[in-house]
């Protein structure tokens, strides 16, 4: 599992509101969510050494069976480094009974001031096999759109 999946944004708003939003509860169950999903954080713990649990739920699971269910992906994220406005490292493992899907990934997210806005680059190491990198890296794409989004009207 040497698989990197990447994406990457300028979003018009300061390292410091895009780190905001990476560590707000109610913050990323609005934004994370990919397109045709919504989340929900169960347990939140936003500090090094701690995490959450989101479930994703799929508005139309027709064509994107889930991880955890027929409708859900339930992905459990410890943060194992947290640089205020430059970067965010998590470690997620789904809750899959197929094991394709059962390894630990690494999400890096790094922030750089950039003119008016900030440059969020995601980066996905050991991606698990059971995870398409074409779709991967689009939900990560449009989780960014989403935070560009969120943070345009909250600023």
């Known amino acids: 599992m040497d698989r990197t999946d990447r994406a990457s944004r300028v979003i018009a708003a300061s390292p410091a509101a895009v780190y905001a939003a990476l560590l707000d509860r109610k913050s990323l169950e609005v934004w994370l969510p990919p397109d045709g999903m ?39 994220v410890a943060f194992a480094e947290l640089v205020p406005a430059e970067r965010v490292v998590q470690r997620a493992v789904f809750e899959a009974d197929d094991p394709s899907f059962g390894s630990t990934m690494t999400m890096t997210w790094e922030l750089a001031a950039v003119g008016e806005g900030t440059d969020v680059t995601v980066t996905a190491t050991d991606v698990p096999s059971g995870i398409d990198q074409a779709v991967h890296e689009a939900g990560i794409a449009s989780s960014l759109a989403n935070l560009a989004s969120y943070l345009g009207k909250t600023n």
Do not use: I
Not at 46 to 57: A, D, E, S
Not at 62 to 74: E, H, I, L, M, W
């Open 38 to 76: 919504r989340g929900q954080v169960e347990q939140w713990d936003p500090r090094p050494g701690g995490g959450f649990r989101m479930v994703l739920t799929y508005l139309d699971p027709t064509d994107s069976p889930g991880k955890t269910s027929d409708a859900t992906d339930v992905v459990d």
